[in-house]
């Protein structure tokens, strides 16, 4: 059906990867880099094989890029516009590309994906109201006028009352919302961070229904710092709330999160109590725990009132027939560099779920390759952080297994001795269900403001993944390490660089747990491999060392870190938001994937990577 309808500009064959017939799950890339070109920028579809083409099966998560992807993808197959009306009852059926098995009632390839857009999507999942994210949902709007029904704008409260007050405002855009004597194309979810602990049972607690066969639950992280807002009201709310619909934040603020999780908090209580609570070094920044990746330096201190970080998302998808999930990373920050560090709680939700085999596919970003010093990476990740990130899934995933290898075999001893296993002798019949129920997320978030008035020692409902008992992860390369000076006062005195300036830095604290992640002074190992994104990646990895500015921190300069035994292994990391240079040269897709496949060797981590492209289809 092509002929000669297919444009140049439809770019490269689409790639089909995963299993099909196994998935749970078919994502569609739209777009597949962070910019600087707005034809290619972040946008997934998302839905459930089980539930087939029908109306409301599908999602979007982000929507950078959206309809004139789907117009470029289908062109392939059909004419970009038709002169003639279809006659009634038409329709085509798709027998490839990312759509196929889709019966289409059109000609063309502007009016099905209009067709797409209108009845198979039922709505947007926003990770953050950064422009990259929503501007092709913005700019689509227009063309739900007759449409049937609005379509849900799904997101955290601050991500929601951003796009209201700033996009759907009716000075940078109509106000198409439902809200707002708005005209009604598009209405407003919020969620609550961590799921609803009223809404599910089992596994599915705290999951709420996005579109046929699809639920989702969302957690709030950090995408890098911007200066505070002088009229900044940090107490007014925090997305571990819902909030009723016509609930109205003051202006200018609405695109900053609060201080909910307690980064403001956690520095005055350390301020006065800091002596003898951590080893000389890195000051821990929050209740929770901070991911290796670079010690954060006591010199944020001086100016930290002046900055308050940027709010993003990370997405929990769930299939309700299979049971198995996804799990899509807006925009985010390492949290060894962050004012808010809170990928941590993710990663601790997350494990669990890899440990049981039900989730083995992860999107997250990664903006640039490891040549990019930290203070460049303004709120992104790059392959050093990213593969610390893993490294601390990695290590919760295997303790969780060995938990519940010990679970078992306690439960075991415990039906030997006659008794109901976790239950001691005589205690009552009521089911453990009934006995102890889940914590839900406002108790979560009770706790950690506690732990944080010194109530308790660590966080509490991060206990569970404690790494008491085992191994120790081992030191991580010094592309790893951030580059802030621990010490203020020597910045305060000169700006002149100083011998001491240039040693590797000590153990970063483990997140409140038992575990401390270390560096070396080991380069990262030059890729071997014939693989042309390893050959690409070469040049770059040599040169890591000399963008890396080190801690300043004394303590020992050479660790032997042992490799993991590839926890990870089952679970593919799809690269998303790669920067495109736009320069002659190696792609930086192609770079960053070489660096992650090293270092993810070296790590023993076990997972695959895959960057990825507009027009892909991956089955997970």
């Given at each position: 059906?092509?002929?000669?309808?297919?444009?140049?500009?439809?770019?490269?064959?689409?790639?089909?990867?995963?299993?099909?017939?196994?998935?749970?799950?078919?994502?569609?890339?739209?777009?597949?880099?962070?910019?600087?070109?707005?034809?290619?920028?972040?946008?997934?579809?998302?839905?459930?094989?089980?539930s087939?083409?029908?109306?409301?099966?599908?999602?979007?998560?982000?929507?950078?890029?959206?309809?004139?992807?789907?117009?470029?993808i289908?062109?392939?197959?059909?004419?970009?516009?038709?002169?003639?009306?279809?006659?009634?009852?038409?329709?085509?059926?798709?027998?490839?590309?990312?759509?196929?098995?889709?019966?289409f009632?059109?000609?063309?390839?502007k009016?099905?994906?209009?067709?797409?857009?209108?009845?198979?999507?039922?709505?947007?999942?926003?990770?953050?109201?950064?422009?990259d994210?929503?501007?092709?949902?913005?700019?689509?709007?227009?063309?739900?006028?007759y449409?049937?029904?609005?379509?849900?704008?799904?997101?955290?409260?601050?991500t929601?009352?951003?796009?209201?007050?700033?996009?759907?405002?009716?000075w940078?855009?109509?106000?198409?919302?439902?809200?707002?004597?708005?005209?009604?194309?598009?209405?407003?979810?919020?969620?609550?961070?961590?799921?609803?602990?009223?809404?599910?049972?089992?596994?599915?607690?705290?999951?709420?229904?996005?579109?046929?066969?699809?639920?989702t639950?969302?957690?709030?992280?950090?995408?890098?710092?911007?200066?505070?807002?002088?009229?900044?009201?940090?107490f007014?709310?925090?997305?571990?709330?819902?909030?009723?619909?016509?609930?109205n934040?003051?202006?200018?603020?609405?695109s900053?999160?609060?201080?909910?999780?307690g980064?403001?908090?956690?520095?005055?209580?350390?301020?006065?109590?800091?002596?003898?609570?951590?080893?000389?070094?890195?000051?821990?920044?929050?209740?929770?725990?901070?991911?290796?990746?670079?010690?954060?330096?006591?010199?944020?201190?001086?100016?930290?009132?002046?900055?308050?970080?940027?709010?993003?998302?990370?997405?929990?998808?769930?299939?309700?027939?299979?049971?198995?999930?996804?799990?899509?990373?807006?925009?985010?920050?390492?949290?060894?560099?962050?004012?808010?560090?809170?990928?941590?709680i993710?990663?601790?939700?997350?494990?669990?779920?890899?440990?049981?085999?039900?989730?083995?596919?992860?999107?997250?970003?990664?903006?640039?390759?490891?040549?990019?010093?930290?203070?460049?990476?303004?709120?992104?990740?790059?392959?050093?952080?990213?593969?610390?990130?893993?490294?601390?899934?990695?290590?919760?995933?295997?303790?969780?297994?060995?938990?519940?290898?010990?679970?078992?075999?306690?439960?075991?001893?415990?039906?030997?001795?006659?008794?109901?296993?976790?239950?001691?002798?005589?205690?009552?019949?009521?089911?453990?269900?009934?006995?102890?129920?889940?914590?839900?997320?406002?108790?979560?978030?009770?706790?950690?403001?506690?732990?944080?008035?010194?109530?308790?020692?660590?966080?509490?409902?991060?206990?569970?993944?404690?790494?008491?008992?085992?191994?120790?992860?081992?030191?991580?390369?010094?592309?790893?390490?951030?580059?802030?000076?621990?010490?203020?006062?020597?910045?305060?005195?000169?700006?002149?660089?100083?011998?001491?300036?240039?040693a590797?830095?000590?153990?970063?604290?483990?997140?409140?747990?038992?575990?401390?992640?270390?560096?070396?002074?080991?380069?990262?190992?030059?890729?071997?491999?014939?693989?042309?994104?390893?050959?690409?990646?070469?040049?770059t990895?040599?040169?890591?060392?000399n963008?890396?500015?080190?801690?300043?921190?004394?303590?020992?300069?050479?660790?032997?870190?042992?490799?993991?035994?590839?926890?990870?292994?089952?679970?593919?990391?799809?690269?998303?938001?790669?920067?495109?240079?736009?320069?002659?040269?190696?792609?930086?897709?192609?770079?960053?994937?070489g660096?992650?496949?090293?270092?993810?060797e070296?790590?023993?981590?076990?997972?695959?990577?895959?960057?990825?492209?507009?027009?892909?289809?991956?089955?997970?």
């Amino acid at each position: 059906m092509r002929g000669n309808h297919a444009s140049r500009d439809a770019g490269p064959e689409p790639r089909e990867l995963g299993n099909k017939e196994e998935a749970s799950f078919q994502v569609i890339v739209l777009g597949s880099t962070g910019g600087p070109r707005e034809d290619n920028i972040t946008g997934l579809l998302v839905r459930a094989p089980q539930s087939e083409w029908r109306k409301s099966s599908m999602i979007a998560v982000d929507a950078g890029a959206h309809l004139s992807s789907m117009i470029r993808i289908l062109q392939r197959e059909m004419p970009l516009m038709s002169e003639k009306v279809p006659a009634k009852g038409y329709s085509q059926l798709l027998e490839k590309g990312p759509f196929a098995g889709l019966r289409f009632p059109n000609i063309s390839a502007k009016a099905n994906a209009l067709y797409i857009f209108r009845e198979i999507l039922h709505g947007f999942l926003i990770t953050h109201p950064h422009l990259d994210h929503l501007s092709g949902m913005a700019i689509n709007t227009p063309a739900l006028e007759y449409g049937r029904e609005a379509k849900a704008i799904v997101a955290l409260p601050s991500t929601i009352e951003a796009i209201k007050n700033h996009i759907f405002n009716d000075w940078l855009w109509p106000n198409l919302s439902d809200e707002g004597n708005g005209v009604g194309f598009v209405t407003y979810r919020r969620l609550i961070e961590g799921g609803n602990p009223r809404l599910g049972l089992g596994e599915s607690r705290g999951y709420v229904n996005v579109c046929d066969g699809l639920a989702t639950k969302c957690w709030s992280v950090s995408h890098g710092k911007c200066h505070r807002r002088a009229h900044s009201a940090s107490f007014q709310h925090g997305d571990s709330f819902g909030y009723p619909p016509d609930y109205n934040f003051p202006s200018r603020r609405l695109s900053r999160i609060s201080d909910d999780h307690g980064y403001f908090a956690a520095v005055a209580q350390q301020q006065s109590q800091n002596a003898g609570a951590y080893p000389p070094g890195p000051v821990q920044m929050s209740a929770g725990p901070v991911t290796p990746g670079g010690p954060l330096a006591s010199n944020i201190l001086d100016n930290c009132h002046l900055f308050e970080p940027v709010s993003s998302s990370a997405f929990f998808i769930r299939n309700d027939a299979t049971g198995n999930e996804l799990l899509i990373f807006g925009d985010v920050e390492p949290d060894s560099v962050s004012l808010s560090p809170r990928n941590h709680i993710v990663w601790d939700d997350a494990a669990g779920k890899v440990a049981s085999g039900m989730l083995k596919g992860i999107f997250i970003e990664c903006s640039y390759d490891d040549s990019v010093r930290n203070e460049d990476l303004y709120g992104h990740l790059c392959p050093r952080h990213l593969v610390a990130e893993l490294t601390f899934l990695a290590n919760c995933v295997l303790n969780r297994r060995k938990q519940k290898t010990s679970n078992d075999g306690a439960a075991t001893d415990a039906l030997l001795d006659g008794q109901t296993p976790g239950r001691p002798v005589g205690a009552s019949s009521v089911p453990d269900l009934m006995m102890r129920q889940p914590p839900t997320p406002s108790e979560l978030k009770r706790k950690r403001k506690r732990a944080m008035n010194g109530d308790l020692a660590s966080t509490p409902e991060l206990a569970r993944a404690s790494f008491d008992g085992l191994p120790s992860p081992q030191p991580i390369p010094s592309g790893y390490v951030g580059n802030r000076s621990v010490s203020s006062t020597r910045r305060k005195r000169s700006h002149e660089p100083r011998e001491s300036d240039h040693a590797a830095a000590p153990p970063t604290p483990g997140r409140g747990r038992n575990v401390t992640f270390q560096a070396d002074s080991a380069a990262v190992p030059v890729p071997s491999s014939s693989d042309p994104a390893l050959a690409a990646a070469t040049t770059t990895t040599s040169t890591v060392q000399n963008h890396q500015h080190p801690s300043s921190l004394s303590g020992p300069a050479n660790y032997q870190r042992e490799k993991l035994p590839e926890p990870l292994k089952g679970v593919t990391v799809h690269v998303i938001h790669v920067k495109d240079t736009l320069m002659d040269g190696p792609a930086p897709g192609d770079v960053i994937l070489g660096q992650l496949r090293a270092l993810g060797e070296e790590a023993g981590l076990g997972c695959d990577f895959n960057v990825t492209n507009c027009g892909d289809s991956i089955w997970v």
